[in-house]
């Protein structure tokens, strides 16, 4: 009767004492209290206005969401910056006569990740993604949006798997 006991208080311990060392989005153990993301600069042989501070604030708000450090402007535990390097438009089909009939844009950001209590860990990478959209369609205001919203969703998320997650 008592080990039936023993084990009764045990398992309880040892499930919420492992909750230390992962958490249900994925990032185990983070040796850090806050992080920094500097703006990032828009590089790009085609600049199109406005897209680095939506990246900036993008990965902001992933981070954010999805971890339990603090946000700050100096000094943070964890620091990403980086620049936008790419920004292109290219047809990807073509109509009969030889029209496009998609185009692609698509977006490579350099992210140079610095984690200031485990330097083993840091990394300077290239993260890129893609949004298809129709010929017809002019990429601007709400369709622009929806292309950012798709791109960056995915690069974010890239960079917090390659940072945090370790995916």
Known sequence: ??????ILILLPVL???????YNFTGTGK????????????????????G???????ALQ?????????SLTNEGGDL???GEIVDYRISPTTATADQRAAQNRLYIAINVRF????TPEDDFEKRFSFY???DANVQLAGASLTEALDVIYERITQDVFNESLAKW
């Open 1 to 6: 009767m008592k080990i039936k006991n023993l």
């Open 15 to 21: 499930f919420f004492s492992s909750c230390k060392y």
């Open 30 to 49: 983070i040796d850090a209290d806050s992080f920094q993301v500097n703006f990032f600069q828009n590089n790009a042989d085609l600049v199109e206005p």
């Open 51 to 57: 897209i680095e501070r939506t990246f900036t604030m």
């Open 61 to 69: 708000d992933l981070i954010q969401n999805q971890t339990s450090l």
């Open 79 to 81: 620091i990403y910056e």
């Open 114 to 117: 610095i984690n200031k209590n």
């Open 131 to 133: 949004y298809d959209y």
